[in-house]
């Protein structure tokens, strides 16, 4: 059972992006031509990628909490018999796919500013890092509390693990529902922005062969 502060939390970061997905929308309505100029610097297939390794992850906590909710610390089969996988294992898996994601943010960062986009450039760098960069720490934040929840199912015996496990089960329940959230917000922030690069980039493509046709 999840705790009323954990849902009252999770609401207050619900209308907090929101409140960023307000602004990304409204200055995209208001600068349509900067927009489809700046989108088209994104890379499409990176971000893809980096936006399934973040949901898909959001499936290895749930698994995770359902180990805890068991009551089973550690698995109890061979390496790759996932049903036999216990909270630490799940944890460990999402700690290295969060930590994937964060890497591939800050590549996709580097990039960007090669382009010449960064958070003072104009109104879609402030947008567009605002909002991954909230996100983003959002995300750290997750991968430090997966830490510290790992870090005392180690530290403690098997005895006291299961009865760790029996108390934490409201809190690994809300790590989980916060990991889903954060992959909720980035999949609807990175499919804004990438749909406005595919469709930019498909625009580009349909008059650069219309030119080319009247040319010849």
């Known amino acids: 059972m999840v705790s009323v502060g954990t849902v009252v939390w999770l609401s207050s970061e619900l209308m907090f992006f929101a409140g960023l997905f307000a602004m990304y929308f409204t ?3 208001t600068s349509g031509l900067m ?6 610097k994104l890379n499409f297939p990176f971000a893809l990628v980096n936006t399934i390794v973040l949901v898909a992850s959001s499936f290895t906590c749930q698994m995770g909490v359902f180990a805890a ?12 018999s996932f049903t036999q996988w216990g909270m630490n294992g799940w944890f460990i898996l999402t700690f290295l796919m969060g930590a994937f994601f964060v890497a591939g943010q800050a590549t996709e960062y580097a990039m960007l500013v090669s382009e ?8 879609y760098g402030s947008a567009f ?11 750290i934040g997750g991968l430090i509390a997966f830490l510290l929840i790992m ?3 180690f530290a403690r015996r098997s005895s006291d693990t299961l009865r760790q496990l029996q108390r934490s089960s409201p809190r690994t329940t809300g ?13 609807s922030t990175s499919s804004s922005s990438q749909l406005d690069s595919f469709s930019t980039r498909g625009r580009i ?12």
Request: net charge positive; glycine share 10%; no cysteine.
């Open 27 to 29: 200055l995209r309505s």
């Open 35 to 40: 927009w489809a100029e700046e989108t088209a």
């Open 116 to 123: 010449h986009v960064s958070l003072s450039s104009n109104a």
């Open 69 to 80: 909710e068991r009551l089973q610390p550690r698995r109890t089969g061979g390496r790759f």
């Open 129 to 139: 890092y605002i909002t991954t960069g909230f996100h983003g720490l959002h995300v």
């Open 175 to 187: 790590t989980s529902w916060t990991s889903s959230g954060l992959a909720s917000s980035w999949s």
């Open 205 to 216: 493509s349909r008059s650069g062969s219309r030119s080319h046709r009247r040319i010849e």
């Open 151 to 153: 870090g005392r199912s």
